[in-house]
């Protein structure tokens, strides 16, 4: 295997017909890292991850949830992300929630300052069941007729974003605030799918390191249609930095292919490693960011 450095500046190097400039893509391309939410009340984690991600993310998605364990209100920690000084967006699920419920958490987001949110369908829970009362597509209605709500005048109107796969997309989310497709390990079944749809705002691609080969056999049995090459999970086992290196190489492709607007990258345990590799390579010279 090549050295890590001298393979990302090879991806960086290439170029396509339909490749945008490096500057211009570097103006337009927002990275968004998902953290690891606390499971217990303790938001230490939290704050280094965004510490350590701040140079090359641009804003960070904070799970609600996650996996159907209970943590930490994904209302709240986007409101300490922003505390730190960096951009939050909240995902609320739909499996967790009734209208009552829902409208608190609108409340409680508009009182911290949170205007982002992903709305998810969410995993099977680890306890108790569904809801089964609200939707995806009803939660965006909700947020919609939130604007018209004289409680909400003077604030900045909510953003609502939905999660796609790789197929075709329902009506209803095509008018959503931004998309976030299907996590991929294919940077040519992404622009397939980019190329046949059309969505009305940002659309972000899914970007997961790959941990470890028991990893890759757990997404192919949860993720529908997901394809992990056999030669990544290989080298993987031969080399747990490998999967680091496959995803900022992703995260690279993409941002050269000028089909998106940006990733969703999801670093798991291994940020430090994401961050290291991508700083020099992502962005340009900045001012460091302190929180």
């Given at each position: 295997m090549t050295s890590t450095g001298a393979s990302l500046r090879a991806t960086t190097s290439r170029s396509t017909a339909d490749a945008v400039t490096e500057s211009d893509s570097r103006r337009r391309f927002e990275v968004i890292c998902e953290v690891e939410p606390p499971t217990r009340p303790d938001l230490t984690r939290v704050r280094h991850q965004i510490g350590v991600l701040s140079h090359v993310a641009d804003s960070f998605l904070i799970p609600d949830n996650h996996i159907g364990r209970a943590t930490v209100s994904s209302v709240a920690v986007a409101h300490e992300v922003q505390a730190m000084g960096a951009r939050g967006i909240a995902c609320l699920n739909s499996r967790d929630r009734n209208l009552l419920g829902f409208r608190r958490d609108l409340l409680t987001a508009a009182a911290y300052g949170v205007d982002r949110f992903l709305y998810v369908y969410g995993d099977k829970p680890s306890a108790g069941?569904?809801?089964?009362?609200?939707?995806?597509?009803?939660?965006?209605?909700?947020?919609?007729?939130?604007?018209?709500?004289?409680?909400?005048?003077?604030?900045?109107?909510?953003?609502?974003?939905?999660?796609?796969?790789?197929?075709?997309?329902?009506?209803?989310?095509?008018?959503?605030?931004?998309?976030?497709?299907?996590?991929?390990?294919?940077?040519?079944?992404?622009?397939?799918?980019?190329?046949?749809?059309?969505?009305?705002?940002?659309?972000?691609?899914?970007?997961?390191?790959?941990?470890?080969?028991?990893?890759?056999?757990?997404?192919?049995?949860?993720?529908?249609?997901?394809?992990?090459?056999?030669?990544?999970?290989?080298?993987?086992?031969?080399?747990?930095?490998?999967?680091?290196?496959?995803?900022?190489?992703?995260?690279?492709?993409?941002?050269?292919?000028?089909?998106?607007?940006?990733?969703?990258?999801?670093?798991?345990?291994?940020?430090?490693?994401?961050?290291?590799?991508?700083?020099?390579?992502?962005?340009?010279?900045?001012?460091?960011?302190?929180?």
């Open positions: 069941g569904r809801t089964s009362e609200l939707t995806v597509q009803a939660m965006i209605e909700e947020t919609r007729a939130a604007a018209e709500d004289p409680m909400f005048t003077g604030l900045a109107p909510f953003r609502a974003g939905v999660t796609c796969g790789l197929r075709a997309v329902p009506a209803w989310k095509t008018a959503a605030d931004f998309v976030f497709a299907q996590v991929s390990y294919s940077l040519e079944s992404l622009l397939r799918w980019r190329e046949s749809v059309q969505v009305s705002g940002p659309v972000y691609a899914g970007v997961m390191v790959l941990a470890s080969a028991a990893m890759a056999r757990n997404l192919a049995g949860t993720i529908h249609d997901i394809d992990i090459p056999e030669d990544l999970v290989t080298a993987v086992e031969r080399d747990r930095n490998a999967g680091v290196e496959a995803a900022c190489q992703q995260v690279l492709a993409i941002r050269d292919s000028g089909a998106f607007n940006g990733v969703h990258l999801v670093p798991v345990s291994r940020y430090r490693q994401v961050a290291a590799l991508l700083e020099t390579e992502l962005r340009p010279p900045r001012e460091s960011w302190r929180p």
